[in-house]
């Protein structure tokens, strides 16, 4: 697309490759499509052209950009740009640019707009992605005076608008700081949102980041910071009775998406957990998040319901499962640091992940690496937990350290002035930054995350054929397949032509055999294959159309098949199994 100068499918391209590298860590930059992102961005008007005539005012307030490819009312980027815009700074305007918002703006979020005297704009969706990223572009030059990237890993949209010197200084939230993500070198400053010292080192080292700094997850402060003993008491005993939790049982919390906490080798959470009632059968162990399948519901019956999942919650509820617990322990092989500093806010002693499931996978960070000790093994990380199911004096003890370092990096003044570090850091205007080779993370990180992701994901195995129908979704034209209905086919062609035949017409079969009652179901990716599939045969012209007629015949022919064979079996009360 390059070479033939069709630049706007070639953004959608790279945009193709970029989300199938994003399933791996291995290598967390790409030399490639961090220079394609500078060609686009040389096809852009000129920041000078987009800035505007008239000069600022003296009182001039100072205007912040937040931008987002879509703002979600669940998840992290939302909630950290909403605290971040109520930052308690008179003279700063915040404002909010969406890329490809597709539903209504979270509330909260446009509270924080308007409180702050802020404005949201939102780019046309009928527009390319390379007219949205000239529309970004113009849009900084003219209102803003920092821009802050709350982007997705795979985005070519903003990094296309930023990617030529000139316009206010630029700020990407590194809030993926385990997989490879774009946009390194068009940057001006990095910011981690952990501030631990291998966060800082994997940025450095394999993103080749020219600045970083730190900028902790901004939290808010608990509906009552310093409650009485008698109010915290009251509302403990008020969630208990609403959660069924005994009021004199020790009852741990932990929380996380269902993936999470996928059993991988020896890491098996809920294994462990089952392990620590046999060992303390009188306490409760409560997981949000995760969704009750097969293994939650089997270990909820062994356990009479001591160990349990209270599935995916509103962020209005998560409140009252902090307010009961007595303990939180992260989960693993994947933990939830917001989670856990929301819990530790509120004082309740956590329990890192062990060893095993090391950072970035496990949380670290500026607010607890000098007051959460890691254990060893998951036999330390049992021992540990039942110590402090045992003492609650050590319970507290420990709440109260961790409380107090979460309100010193994660809130008020001291949060504030790791903002005021980072705009010490960035140049006064934005420049690019020098293109390098990456170096490949650590063998035992990357090996890993792959092990993790076979065996939470294994759809993602999966990922380049959903990149490729994420691309045709967007216009995308699969240019490498001969186009001429008179050439013949090239091998590549030919090779898929083969693929896309067997891959529909296996969902088409899966189709028919449960359409006629067979027991077997469609797997939930294969109605993807189709979609795909059948876009890229139409796109091929009478090559294509003459494989989709082929394919409609054999799909009438295997659900006559499939009658004949249920009926037979119903005549029979015998056949062989579909």
Known sequence: NVIAHDYVQ????????ASALSTQNRELTSPRVEKLLRLFGSLLPPFTACQPTSPKKPKHKERWLHVFNQALPYGGHTAMATRWMQDGVANRTHSVAVLAQKQDLPEELRAAVRASGGKVHAADLTQSLLDRAAWLRSLAAANADYVVLHIDVEDVIALSAFAAAGGPPVFLVNHAAHIYWNGASNVDVIVNCRGSKLEAHWTQAYR?????????IPLALPEDNAPSEALLKQRREKARETLGIPQDAVFILTSGDSYKFTAMEELDFIAVCEDLLRQMPEIFIGAIGPAEDERWAAARERTGSHLRTFGRQLRSQVPLFLQAADLYIEGFPFGSTTALLEAGIRAIPVVLSPAQCPPPYGTDGIAVDNVLIRAASLEDYKSNILDLCRNDEQRARLGTQLRDSILKHHT???WRNYVEQAIQVAPKTHSLQTISPPIPTEPAAHLYWVAFKRASAPWLMRRVEDAIWQAISLGAKPMSL???????????TAGVLAELTKQYSHHLYLEAAKKSGAAD??????SRTKTWAKAILSSLGPAGEMVLRLIRRIKTWREAKFVRCENDKASKNAGPKI
């Not at 080749?208 to 902790?216: E, G, K, S």
């Open 10 to 17: 070639a953004l959608i391209w790279t945009q193709t490759a």
């Open 412 to 414: 008020g003044a001291g």
């Open 482 to 492: 001969d186009q001429n209905a008179g050439a013949s086919q090239s091998p590549l």
């Open 521 to 526: 179901p469609v797997p939930a990716h294969s």
């Open 208 to 216: 080749n980041a020219a600045r970083c700094a730190t900028v902790p």
